[in-house]
């Protein structure tokens, strides 16, 4: 297969990590007899810097051309700590996904047998646990109007949904449980807010054409409270863009560490793959930085090819690392510690 792949390093640590994960695609390339040209482009506070926007047009031509965009992570302290910032690189991410057409975040949250002594929670709270959040990531109040009024001393941000934007996200949700154990899991705050009545009547209307599926429905404080209890007890959870921001990332330090969840955002025409971690700022350069996240990225993006092998030899490659200790910083727990390019060399090396 010849493979057209957007690269869009980043910010801080996003280049580090997107190096190894490029070693490891073009190792399972080599393996597997397929061919990948990469197609650099600037995004987040980067292109900012380099032409005064996070996401500029001629980013955009490379992304909506390639048959999937790999994606490091954005973000800047200059811009971070100045909340007046006129441009702001999330700005650019917001940008991307709209015109992309980005709607579905996939976040998948797993512990590794190796690394469940590491997780913040106890290791029988945490066995056994392997679910997926859809968050919804083109609507909702990161896009709704927005603004101040009575001389700035009153903010406002609005919240909108449309029947059809729930639709769409809640039947790749029903899809994914086909192929899992069947349980779907509709995260809201029906008792409060008319969006969230929406979404709960719109996936209730949608059972009768999933009828093999187990449907749940929970308030997001209730999940919140037991993704910390038995996170082992969910497996699909479809969720509003505001929810699914706040509760993946509370899912994602269950496995022990945050460079090590990846996780896609799917659309018509193309998807997008990166790691859940930030950019990291003050490992920039140091070596230090997991890059594990970003090269199981890369396997959700083959898998998403239909090429479910080099998906799985990228898996084993990562599970066979961490059990023989060549990890970064993050997981040496006081013993030695790997740099980010001694790692993505290892796991190139194995698969």
């Not at 393996?31 to 005064?52: N, Q, R, S």
């Not at 999330?90 to 996939?106: D, P, S, T, Y």
């Amino acid at each position: 297969m010849k493979l057209n792949i957007a690269l869009l390093a980043g910010d801080g640590i996003g280049p580090e990590v997107i190096d190894q994960a490029v070693k490891v695609s073009d190792a399972i390339a080599q393996k597997f007899g397929h061919e990948i040209t990469w197609k650099p482009a600037l995004t987040g506070a980067a292109a900012i810097d380099a032409v005064g926007e996070p996401y500029p047009d001629s980013t955009h031509e490379v992304c909506k051309n390639a048959d999937a965009v790999l994606f490091g992570a954005i973000g800047h302290p200059k811009y971070d700590n100045d909340p007046s910032a006129p441009v702001r690189p999330e700005q650019g991410l917001l940008k991307m996904r709209k015109a992309l057409g980005l709607f579905a975040n996939v976040r998948p949250t797993f512990t590794f047998p190796s690394l469940l002594d590491k997780s913040p929670l106890k290791r029988e709270r945490i066995e056994g646990t392997d679910l997926v959040f859809l968050r919804e990531l083109t609507g909702g109040i990161y896009f709704g109007e927005k603004g101040r009024r009575d001389n700035g001393d009153t903010a406002f941000d609005n919240c909108v949904y449309t029947r059809a934007e729930v639709q769409r996200l809640a039947k790749k949700g029903f899809e994914l449980a086909m192929t899992r154990s069947k349980k779907l899991c509709c995260v809201d705050k029906a008792n409060v807010l008319e969006t969230s009545r929406l979404w709960r009547e719109t996936v209730q209307a949608m059972e009768k054409d999933y009828p093999e599926v187990e449907v749940s429905y929970e308030f997001v404080d209730a999940v919140a409270m037991r993704l910390v209890q038995w996170p082992n007890s969910y497996d699909v959870l479809i969720t509003e863009n505001l929810f699914g921001d706040i509760l993946t990332d509370e899912a994602s330090v269950i496995s022990g560490s945050m460079g090590l969840m990846p996780s896609a955002s799917l659309g018509a025409e193309v998807s997008l793959f990166e790691p859940i971690h930030g950019s990291y700022p003050q490992a920039t350069g140091l070596n230090i930085a997991n890059p594990m996240a970003t090269v199981l990225s890369a396997a959700m993006m083959f898998e998403n090819f239909g090429l479910a092998e080099e998906g799985k030899a990228i898996r084993e490659s990562v599970n066979k690392a961490l059990e023989a200790g060549i990890v970064t910083e993050d997981l040496a727990n006081g013993g030695k510690a790997y740099g980010t390019k001694e790692v993505g060399d290892w796991l190139a090396a194995n698969i």
